[in-house]
Every structure is written in structure tokens, then in C-alpha cells.
């Protein structure tokens, strides 16, 4: 083996097939089972896209009424799951909160060593369900405030934000929080969808793929960016610091987050889409701070003039393009998310992508076990 063969980050490897989605960087497009993720977050709900990417096709009435049903009776939260966030320290990183939940909620699980299709379906919705109340928890007890019971006259997105701020929220916000929701969910073989088929293809079962994804999508460099396009927004401030702030980043050689892809290298298809409901969410003035505090109504405008002008900086001075976290992470700021929740709520979205791809993996798995070149010390004993 050369170095020349050794693929690193395997860049450019295509490592299996999916049928789940495509992301095309030629034509700048995402498929979701073939359908373009701009017509489904212009029209369908998360519920319906979610059931698109577990089944391939879009839901019946009926099946939607169903699956619906059995959402909105799984959203509150075991005692021993509280129990556990509770045992966490409230200055944790919300990733590592919801990792842990989502953890006791394989423990709970009556069908968790049960990797059946079928069993996986059903542990897919619960996780599905599931999964905003523990964000929503950890939020409010951070900011000291009791937990809020889900709502089940209420969709998947206005429930969520419900039980986050503990007040209905305004279309405008549930429109964009949606929107969200559909772009995220699915993204072909990312670093923690990756993780979580290499945990799959050792017959481990669907929790302990989706709690390793958890910790994959944590880092910076892969979800963990939406929350750091915020920490980059405050550091720099206002519109008018941007240039200076770049030029002075781009120095010490830091990775300008919310920008760059792995695969994308023209543009984020999903970004156009997202950037247009922040925008729209600004323009309807029904954003807040932080936790649902009051927040002066130049705030919207301003964030919206910095995106821009750190965008259009980072174009001049390196022609990268922003990602889908970049739009996402100020967006999620003007609902009255906490900048550590941002990931988290990446998670509530992508688990169904990371379900839906463990339950692919399964339809024809191999072990994913690839080999390595060894560098270190030739052969040697010890002495004696
Ligand atoms: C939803 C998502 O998960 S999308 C990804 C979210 N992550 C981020 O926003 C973090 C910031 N971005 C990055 O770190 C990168 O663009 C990644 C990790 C996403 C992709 O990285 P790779 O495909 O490995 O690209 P790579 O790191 O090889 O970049 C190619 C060149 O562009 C530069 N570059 C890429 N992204 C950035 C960035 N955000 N800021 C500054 N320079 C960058 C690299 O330094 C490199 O330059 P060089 O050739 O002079 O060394
Ligand atoms: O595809 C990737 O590498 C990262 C990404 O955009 C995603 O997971 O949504």
C-alpha cells in the first residue's frame, strides 16, 4: 500500500448504495427518496417527510393519521429519563445531555435487542417522539423553569416549541422551525449517519447507533457548527466587524464556521431554502431572545445585515460558501433557542436519517471494518 491509496477522511470513497437520498453536487441538489428537499419543505409537514425517508413513499391519509397518533402519544417523558437529565449538571453541554437520555431510552425499551424491521419502525417513532421533550427539558431547567406537558392538539413543531417556551408559537415561527426540521433530516453518508451504520453493521442495535451518531454530530466540524456560527455572530457583533473580524480569523488560520462542505463544493443546496425563513421569520417580526426573553426589534435586522456580510466576505476573500448551519444557527437564536441547543434540535431532526440508514444497513449488511497502513516500529522483543 501507498500513501497515494490511502483515502483520507475517506474523501471521495463510496463505501455502499442508498436509496434514501441523494446529494448531487453537479446540479446542487438533495433527493429524499427522489424527490427534491425544497418541494417538501415548501409543503409537507416534518411527519410526512419523516415517513417518506423510513418508507421510500409518502404517506397514505390514513398511515399518516396513524403514525401521528402514535407521535403524539409518545412525547412525554419517562420519570427515569427525567431522572437521568436531572443527575446531569445544568452547565453540561445539551449534547451530552440528550446522548444520555436517549440512552435510557434504549434501556427502557421493550424492543430494543429486537433489529426486525418492524421493531426498528416502531423504536424509529418512539425516538422520533421522544426526542424533542428531552430537548425541551433540558432547556427550561437550565433556565430554572418547570417542564412543560406535551400539547397533543398540536403538530410536531408547534408541540416542540411549545414545551420549549411554554407558549403557542406564531406561525412565522413554526413555519421556519419546520422548514428546519425537513432540511436537516437527511444527508447521505455524513460522518454520524457513517457512525451510525458502522455501529449497525456489528449487529449492535438501533439505540447504540443513534447514541454514537449523537456524539458524532457533536463535533464542529460536522452539526456542532450551527452552534458555533452563533458563538461567531456574537464575537464578531454587528455587520460592521465582519471584514476586520475574517480578515483577522483567516490569519490565525481558523476554520470559518457554517462554511465549507465535504461534498458540496458549489454551495449548499439546502441553504437558499433556510436562509429564506430566517429571512422570513425577520420580516414577520415574531422573533425573541434568548429562553423567549424580550428582544429589541432591531435585533432580526441586524443579525440578518451581519449573515451577510460575513457571507459575502468569505466569498470575496476564499469563494466558500455557507452550509445549511449557517442560516440555521441564527434562526434558531430568533425562536429563543439557547446557542447550546442548536445541536440538539439537529438531532431531533437527523434521527430519522440516521434510522432510516440503520435499518438500510440491515437489508444487506457487512461488517465495516477497513484496514489500515501500520507506520510504527518495525517488529522488536523485550529484553531478557
Ligand atoms: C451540516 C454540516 O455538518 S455541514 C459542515 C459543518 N461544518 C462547518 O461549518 C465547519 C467549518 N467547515 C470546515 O471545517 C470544512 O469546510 C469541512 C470540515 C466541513 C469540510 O472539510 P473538507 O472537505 O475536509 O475540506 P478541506 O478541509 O479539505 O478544505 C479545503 C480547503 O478549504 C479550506 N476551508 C474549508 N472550509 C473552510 C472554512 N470553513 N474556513 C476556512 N477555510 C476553509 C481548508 O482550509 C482547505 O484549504 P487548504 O487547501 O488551503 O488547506
Ligand atoms: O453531508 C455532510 O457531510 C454534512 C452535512 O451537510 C449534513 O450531515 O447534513
Do not use: C
Not at 391519509?61 to 419517562?78: C, N, V
Not at 449523537?214 to 466540524?221: E, T, Y
Not at 462554511?259 to 431554502?273: A, I, L, M, Q
Amino acid at each position: 500500500m501507498t500513501d497515494t491509496d490511502i483515502k483520507k477522511g475517506l474523501a471521495g470513497v463510496v463505501v455502499d448504495t442508498t436509496s434514501i437520498s441523494k446529494v448531487n453536487p453537479e446540479t446542487n441538489s438533495l433527493l429524499y427518496r427522489g424527490y427534491p428537499v425544497q418541494e417538501l419543505a415548501a409543503s409537507l409537514s416534518y411527519e410526512q417527510v419523516a415517513w417518506l425517508i423510513w418508507h421510500g413513499e409518502l404517506p397514505t391519509e390514513a398511515e399518516l393519521a396513524e403514525f401521528t397518533a402514535r407521535e403524539r402519544a409518545g412525547r412525554a417523558l419517562a420519570d427515569n429519563v427525567k431522572a437521568a437529565i436531572d443527575l446531569t449538571p445544568t452547565s453540561s453541554h445539551p449534547m451530552d445531555v440528550v446522548r444520555t437520555a436517549v440512552s435510557v431510552l434504549g434501556a427502557n425499551d421493550p424492543q430494543t435487542d429486537d433489529s426486525s424491521r418492524e421493531a426498528n419502525l416502531a423504536k424509529s417513532e418512539r425516538l422520533f417522539a421522544a426526542i424533542p421533550a428531552i430537548v425541551a427539558y433540558d432547556q427550561r431547567r437550565r433556565h430554572g423553569l418547570d417542564v412543560v406537558a406535551p400539547r397533543d392538539d398540536l403538530d410536531y413543531s408547534r408541540n416542540f416549541l411549545w414545551m420549549t417556551f411554554g407558549d403557542e408559537p406564531s406561525d412565522a415561527a413554526a413555519e421556519v422551525f419546520r422548514v428546519s426540521m425537513v432540511l436537516y433530516a437527511e444527508h447521505s453518508f455524513n460522518a454520524s449517519t457513517f457512525t451510525a451504520r458502522v455501529v449497525t453493521s456489528t449487529l449492535a442495535d438501533l439505540h447504540s447507533a443513534v447514541v454514537a451518531a449523537i456524539g458524532a454530530l457533536k463535533g464542529p466540524l460536522h452539526g456542532g457548527a450551527n452552534e458555533a456560527v452563533m458563538d461567531v455572530f456574537d464575537e464578531i457583533g454587528s455587520a460592521d466587524g465582519a471584514e476586520a473580524w475574517l480578515d483577522a480569523a483567516l490569519a490565525e488560520k481558523r476554520k470559518i464556521m457554517g462554511f465549507g462542505h465535504r461534498v458540496y463544493k458549489n454551495g449548499d443546496s439546502r441553504v437558499p431554502t433556510m436562509q429564506a425563513a430566517f429571512e422570513k421569520l425577520v420580516e414577520s417580526g415574531e422573533f425573541r431572545g434568548v429562553g423567549g426573553a424580550e428582544v429589541s426589534a432591531g435585533r432580526g435586522p441586524d443579525l440578518v445585515a451581519l449573515y451577510h456580510r460575513l457571507a459575502d466576505a468569505m466569498e470575496a476573500k476564499k469563494s466558500i460558501k455557507p452550509n445549511l448551519d449557517y442560516p440555521s444557527g441564527p434562526a434558531y437564536h430568533l425562536l429563543g433557542f439557547d446557542t447550546k441547543t442548536f445541536t440538539p434540535l439537529f438531532v431531533a431532526s437527523r434521527v430519522v436519517g440516521w434510522t432510516a440508514h440503520v435499518m438500510e444497513q440491515l437489508e444487506a449488511n457487512a461488517l465495516i471494518r477497513p484496514l489500515s497502513e501500520y507506520v510504527g516500529p518495525d517488529e522488536r522483543h523485550l529484553q531478557n
